[in-house]
């Protein structure tokens, strides 16, 4: 942390207490000082320490989404060929972790390092795939409602999954209460272990998934 210098030492620990960081500076760092901050706020804070904590659906979420969606597109532009709101605050009605989960598309992995670069700029850090193929996660460091990022191309797997379990969930009511039920359970149990919160959901979301399948066969 002390390599960084008093500006940016000073500007990470206010990060790490939970202040963004200010969008003017981020974007007016030279790309080897950006990257430096970068290492260090992952190097420090490697992975969110908030509880798994389920809120009820807030009307305000979608409204979230289109401000944030808003601000990629003008960054992005003709890069992306569509930003997709999934997760389970993109159901109507539905429980949630109030995080909005962001899926950027686009057309071929060609358009990748652009995307990369325009969003490393704007106020975010390429995490890599995060153990998940064909996806790459960002983490947004600028004062921007709370979310989760992912890249993919449009043919990926996990982009594909992510429609499919939101469609499924939008179209029925009942299967979306049940999910509801499953997650407060889970939160419950995994309060303090957001990995373990995951996987325990993971046969549901994998069920539910295959049976989208099913029903378009």
Known sequence: MD???????????????????DRRLWQKLDDSTRIRLSDAIVAVKSKTALEVRISNYDTQWPYLFSCIEHELRQQLGPLVLAIEHVGSTAVPGLAAKPIIDIE????????????????????????????????????????????????????????????????????????????????????????????????AKTGFIRSVVQSSLFKKA
């Open 104 to 199: 950027v598309v686009i057309s071929s992995s060609y358009q990748f390092p652009a995307v990369k670069e325009r969003l490393e700029r704007f106020g975010y850090i390429h995490r890599g795939p995060c153990g998940v193929p064909d996806r790459e996660v960002f983490r947004c460091v600028i004062d921007l409602p709370f979310h989760h990022l992912y890249v993919s191309e449009m043919d990926a797997r996990p982009l594909i999954e992510h429609l499919r379990f939101r469609n499924a969930l939008r179209q029925d009511p009942e299967l979306a209460s049940e999910y509801a039920v499953l997650k407060r359970a889970l939160a419950d149990q995994y309060r303090q272990d957001r990995d373990a919160y995951t996987d």
């Open 3 to 21: 390599t960084l210098g008093p500006p940016l030492t000073s500007t990470l620990k206010e990060y790490l207490s939970g202040k963004p960081i």
